[in-house]
C-alpha cells in the first residue's frame, strides 16, 4: 500500500481522522518550508498538502494567494519543491506528501518527468487544481506508472455523471470542497456537508477529506465526524503571514494541536 493508504487504515483502525494542513512551500522563505513541514507532523498532521506558488492560484483567497506571491519573491519554483520534499523525506520517510497546484509549471517540466521527479523524491500525491477529470487520463497515466495518487476536488456543484468519473480515476483520497468560492471564503453550512458525504459515498470508495473554510477548531471537529479527513488551508496560511519570524513556528505548532485536539474528541 501506498503511504497515503496505510495512514488512513490505520487512523481508521484507531477510529480517527486525518488532519490534513495546507501550507505553500517557500512561504515566508525557502529555509523554512522544511522545518514547517516537520513541525506540522510533530503537532499531529497525519497528511501534508504541499502548495507549488503559482502567479496566477485562481481557486486560491487573498491569504493563499499573497503566500504565492511572497514565496515567488524568493523565486520557488516545482523543481525547488521537489527538493524541499526530497529534504523532507531524508528525515521522515512515513508521512505522505501531497503536491497541491496548478497545471501550468507541471506542463513546463513535462508529466512524464514530473512523475518521475515526485516518486524519486517521495511524493505521494498530486492535485492539479485546473485538470479537470475529463482532460487528465493522459497526464495521470504518467502518476499512477509510479504509483503517485491523482487527486481530485469535488465541488458542491459536481454533478453525478462527474461524481462517477472522479471515482474512477481518483485514488489517495478525494479533496471535497465544502463551499461555493475560493479557499479561505464564506462560511460553512454543517448540514449541506452532511447531506453531500453520503451522495459522494454512493460512488466513492476512498476516503473523502473535506476543506475550504475550517477556521477554527470547533468546525474542525465538527466536520471530521463526517467524513475522513480535514483540510485546513487559510487559517494555517494566515498564521505564518501574521507570526514573527521566531514565532512562527511555534504559533503554528500550537494552532495545529488546537486542531488536531479537537478532531480526536469528536470521534
Not at 490505520?10 to 516537520?38: E, N, W
Not at 523532507?88 to 503536491?99: E, G, I, M
Not at 462527474?162 to 471515482?167: E, K, M, S, T, Y
Not at 476512498?206 to 465526524?225: H, K, L, M
Amino acid at each position: 500500500m501506498s503511504r497515503i493508504e496505510n495512514k488512513f487504515t490505520a487512523l481508521k483502525k484507531q477510529g480517527r481522522k486525518a488532519l490534513i494542513p495546507f501550507v505553500t512551500a517557500g512561504d515566508p522563505d525557502p529555509k523554512v518550508t522544511v522545518p514547517l513541514m516537520h513541525a506540522l507532523v510533530a503537532a499531529g498532521a497525519d497528511v501534508l498538502e504541499l502548495g507549488v506558488p503559482f502567479s496566477d492560484p485562481m481557486a486560491d483567497g487573498p491569504v493563499i494567494q499573497r503566500a504565492s506571491e511572497r514565496a515567488l519573491k524568493h523565486h520557488v519554483g516545482l523543481r525547488d519543491v521537489l527538493q524541499m520534499v526530497a529534504e523532507f523525506r531524508s528525515k521522515d520517510t512515513a508521512t505522505p506528501v501531497v503536491l497541491m497546484g496548478y497545471g501550468n509549471p507541471i506542463e513546463a517540466m513535462g508529466w512524464k518527468n514530473f512523475a518521475q521527479r515526485c516518486a524519486e523524491v517521495g511524493v505521494d500525491g498530486v492535485l492539479t487544481v485546473d485538470f479537470p477529470p475529463e482532460e487528465s487520463h493522459d497526464a495521470f497515466e504518467h502518476l499512477q506508472a509510479h504509483g503517485i495518487a491523482p487527486i481530485f476536488l469535488i465541488a458542491p456543484t459536481t454533478n453525478e455523471a462527474r461524481i462517477a468519473l472522479v471515482a474512477k480515476l481518483a485514488r489517495g483520497y478525494v479533496y471535497y470542497v465544502s463551499l461555493k468560492g475560493v479557499t479561505g471564503a464564506g462560511n460553512l453550512d454543517l448540514s449541506d456537508i452532511a447531506q453531500k458525504i453520503p451522495q459522494l459515498r454512493k460512488h466513492i470508495s476512498i476516503p473523502i477529506g473535506v476543506g475550504f473554510g475550517i477556521r477554527d477548531a470547533e468546525t474542525a471537529r465538527a466536520v471530521s465526524a463526517l467524513c475522513d479527513g480535514v483540510v485546513v488551508g487559510s487559517r494555517i496560511v494566515q498564521e505564518i503571514e501574521n507570526s514573527k519570524e521566531n514565532k512562527m513556528l511555534e504559533n503554528v505548532s500550537t494552532l495545529v494541536k488546537g486542531l488536531r485536539q479537537a478532531i480526536d474528541s469528536g470521534n
